[in-house]
């Protein structure tokens, strides 16, 4: 498994913005493909955003369409979440996510479909 360490979150008020980045080892991270969950205080972990293994292909939950994009940089090992126009809902802990995946395969959007997983880095938006 690819070991992922999440970093960026912090406090911003709403209609800000924030770069989080999630930097891979231990694997080859241009096999993986990369997703970006989210889970609130008494809530499911959520599907946010994710991307195929060379980035070609990004897919989104419709409540951060517009607003958050997906990048990665496979020469360096990381992918990024920025997220602009923050609400207060989006308010959480967000975790990146990998999973082994065939050239050209889709964007996972279920939290199932990875099997390694970062630490989480808290956002906070206030309002």
């Known amino acids: 498994q690819v070991q992922l360490v999440e970093s960026g979150g912090g406090l911003v008020q709403t209609g800000g913005s924030l770069s989080l980045s999630c930097a891979a080892s231990g694997r080859t991270f241009s096999d993986y493909a990369m997703g970006w969950f989210r889970q609130a205080p008494g809530k499911e972990r959520e599907f946010v955003g994710a991307?195929?293994?060379?980035?070609?292909?990004?897919r989104y939950a419709d409540s951060v369409k517009g607003r958050f994009t997906i990048s990665r940089d496979n020469a360096r090992n990381t992918v990024h979440l920025q997220m602009n126009s923050l609400k207060p809902e989006d308010t959480a802990d967000y975790y990146c996510?990998?999973?082994?995946?065939?050239?050209?395969?889709?964007?996972?959007?279920?939290?199932?479909?990875?099997?390694?997983w970062g630490q989480g880095t808290q956002v906070t938006v206030s309002s």
């Open positions: 996510a990998a999973r082994r995946a065939a050239l050209g395969a889709f964007a996972y959007t279920s939290a199932m479909e990875y099997d390694s």
């Open positions: 991307t195929t293994r060379g980035g070609g292909i990004t």
